[in-house]
């Protein structure tokens, strides 16, 4: 097979693997998981130097190491999935920067767009074939129904509204993006999940910043102040409801800390901070070590009150849903130092390689710092960061990182 041939079936073979992503990932766990191994494996294997090339990604594989553990008589079954889960993030995000050597900057931009507004297609004849109608009132059915979806259709919505000078060259009306843009905020909204409501919202600050002082210089921060107080009203408004998202969100901050438990039902109410509660009570109880380095990969944490629910108790859990204590009780204090280290690193090294790069690098530290922040909040209410409905999401990261570094050197050869 040619050079050139060769290229093309893996730049389609690449698009293939974000189709399947994109339609099949929230379902299935393993495809999230397994595709970005695949990618990366394959490329490896056809040039091992390239590994020299991901040193930011070292704070992670360390988490590797610190959660390995010899003899421990943790279920394999646990131990196995926790590799999985802390190998995710950095897959993921190699296969982003291998993203970028074969599909431009528009295209993944077109791609996104389209996949994300054809994920919400299915999502909306999902929704119809479970309600037998479109429109569903209330979210509180279409969430449990349904289900709370992958951030996608917001990544698709954000490049609706901030990309559209990447998609001129397509040449597609402004009927049509009006319409994908419709039908990605309908699904969010039906999504009914705070976190993708909080993700768009951490995606269109530093964007809105971008965008305002990129087209606006002069009152470019006034505008940017008066959008945001636009949304701060919103917000506000949707918070003095009484509706069941109204009261999801009033009490996302008691999920997300921990509290006194007295009875199974103050149990079933807040079972999110329930697991954060038991989680540091395990961290708590270790010795010096533990505290330190964590109790390993396949740890579990039992459980004072068992979760009883049809055809399934919990007595143990081997996950939660606040990803911090899950690096606490896996790898410790150390573990938690290390995830932050790689998040302020990337976001450094970003900042850095932005400064030194073209116009459209400030576009894509816009990017990079909202990809950080939106993983990071996400680790304290759903272990956003090591989960696979998190892909595009790290993926774009690495995509992000590997475009300002290359704009960094373009800018610089050209200096020279």
Same mark, same amino acid.
Request: net charge positive; with cysteine.
């Given at each position: 097979?040619?050079?050139?041939?060769?290229?093309?079936?893996?730049?389609?073979?690449? $698009?293939?693997?974000?189709?399947?992503?994109?339609?099949?990932?929230?379902?299935?766990?393993?495809?999230?998981?397994?595709?970005?191994?695949?990618?990366?494996?394959?490329?490896?294997?056809?040039?091992?130097t390239?590994?020299?090339?991901?040193?930011?990604?070292?704070?992670?594989?360390?988490?590797?190491?610190?959660?390995?553990?010899?003899?421990?008589?943790?279920?394999i079954?646990?131990?196995?999935?926790?590799?999985?889960?802390?190998?995710?993030?950095?897959?993921? /995000?190699?296969?982003?920067?291998?993203?970028?050597?074969?599909?431009?900057?528009?295209?993944?931009i077109?791609?996104?767009?389209?996949?994300?507004?054809?994920?919400?297609?299915?999502?909306?004849?999902?929704?119809?074939?479970?309600?037998?109608?479109?429109?569903?009132?209330?979210?509180?059915?279409?969430?449990?129904?349904v289900?709370?979806?992958?951030?996608?259709?917001?990544?698709?919505?954000?490049?609706?509204?901030?990309?559209?000078?990447?998609?001129?060259?397509?040449?597609?009306?402004?009927?049509?993006?009006?319409?994908?843009?419709?039908?990605?905020?309908?699904?969010?909204?039906?999504?009914?999940?705070?976190?993708?409501?909080?993700?768009?919202?951490?995606y269109?600050?530093?964007?809105?910043?971008?965008s #305002?002082?990129?087209?606006?210089?002069?009152?470019?921060?006034?505008?940017?102040? /008066? $959008?945001?107080?636009?949304?701060? %009203?919103?917000?506000?408004?949707?918070?003095? !409801?009484?509706?069941?998202?109204?009261?999801?969100?009033?009490?996302?901050?008691?999920?997300?800390?921990?509290?006194?438990?007295?009875?199974?039902?103050?149990?079933?109410?807040?079972?999110?901070?329930?697991?954060?509660?038991?989680?540091?009570?395990?961290?708590?109880?270790?010795?010096? /070590?533990?505290?330190?380095? !964590?109790? !390993?990969? %396949?740890?579990? $944490?039992?459980?004072?009150?068992?979760?009883?629910?049809?055809?399934?108790?919990?007595?143990?859990?081997?996950?939660?849903?606040?990803?911090?204590?899950?690096?606490?009780?896996?790898?410790?204090?150390?573990?938690?130092?290390?995830?932050?280290?790689?998040?302020f690193?990337?976001?450094?090294k !970003?900042?850095?390689?932005?400064?030194?790069?073209?116009?459209? #690098?400030?576009?894509?530290?816009?990017?990079?710092l909202?990809?950080?922040?939106?993983?990071?909040?996400?680790?304290?209410?759903?272990?956003?960061f090591?989960?696979?409905?998190s892909?595009?999401?790290?993926?774009?990261?690495?995509?992000?990182?590997?475009?300002?570094?290359?704009?960094?050197?373009?800018?610089?050869?050209?200096?020279?």
């Amino acid at each position: 097979m040619g050079k050139n041939m060769l290229q093309k079936v893996e730049y389609f073979g690449l $698009v293939l693997f974000l189709f399947i992503l994109a339609i099949a990932g929230y379902r299935n766990q393993i495809i999230s998981f397994g595709i970005p191994l695949i990618v990366v494996t394959y490329f490896l294997c056809k040039d091992l130097t390239e590994i020299r090339k991901f040193t930011i990604l070292i704070p992670l594989a360390l988490l590797l190491v610190l959660g390995t553990r010899i003899g421990t008589g943790y279920g394999i079954i646990h131990i196995l999935r926790d590799y999985a889960y802390f190998s995710f993030p950095i897959a993921a /995000f190699m296969m982003g920067y291998f993203i970028y050597r074969y599909i431009p900057m528009e295209k993944l931009i077109l791609i996104v767009v389209l996949f994300g507004t054809l994920y919400s297609f299915v999502y909306l004849f999902e929704l119809t074939f479970h309600f037998d109608t479109l429109f569903v009132g209330d979210t509180e059915r279409t969430r449990y129904g349904v289900g709370t979806g992958m951030p996608l259709p917001v990544l698709a919505t954000i490049f609706i509204l901030f990309g559209q000078r990447y998609l001129k060259e397509f040449k597609i009306g402004t009927l049509y993006w009006l319409a994908f843009l419709i039908i990605n905020l309908l699904v969010i909204y039906y999504f009914a999940s705070r976190v993708y409501y909080l993700t768009l919202l951490l995606y269109l600050i530093p964007l809105l910043y971008y965008s #305002s002082t990129s087209k606006y210089k002069k009152i470019g921060n006034v505008i940017f102040i /008066f $959008v945001i107080a636009g949304i701060i %009203g919103v917000i506000a408004i949707a918070l003095s !409801g009484d509706n069941f998202l109204a009261e999801k969100l009033k009490n996302s901050i008691t999920e997300m800390f921990m509290q006194s438990f007295e009875d199974y039902e103050s149990v079933v109410h807040n079972w999110r901070a329930y697991e954060l509660y038991e989680a540091v009570n395990t961290f708590l109880n270790g010795g010096s /070590f533990q505290k330190l380095f !964590g109790f !390993g990969f %396949g740890k579990t $944490v039992i459980l004072e009150y068992e979760l009883i629910m049809p055809f399934l108790s919990l007595y143990e859990i081997p996950i939660f849903h606040n990803g911090f204590a899950y690096l606490l009780v896996k790898t410790g204090l150390v573990g938690i130092v290390l995830e932050l280290l790689f998040s302020f690193l990337l976001l450094y090294k !970003g900042f850095k390689l932005s400064k030194q790069g073209d116009n459209d #690098s400030k576009f894509f530290f816009s990017l990079l710092l909202a990809t950080v922040l939106s993983f990071n909040f996400s680790l304290l209410v759903v272990n956003g960061f090591f989960s696979g409905e998190s892909c595009y999401l790290i993926i774009l990261a690495g995509y992000s990182y590997a475009q300002l570094q290359r704009r960094a050197n373009q800018t610089v050869d050209e200096k020279i």
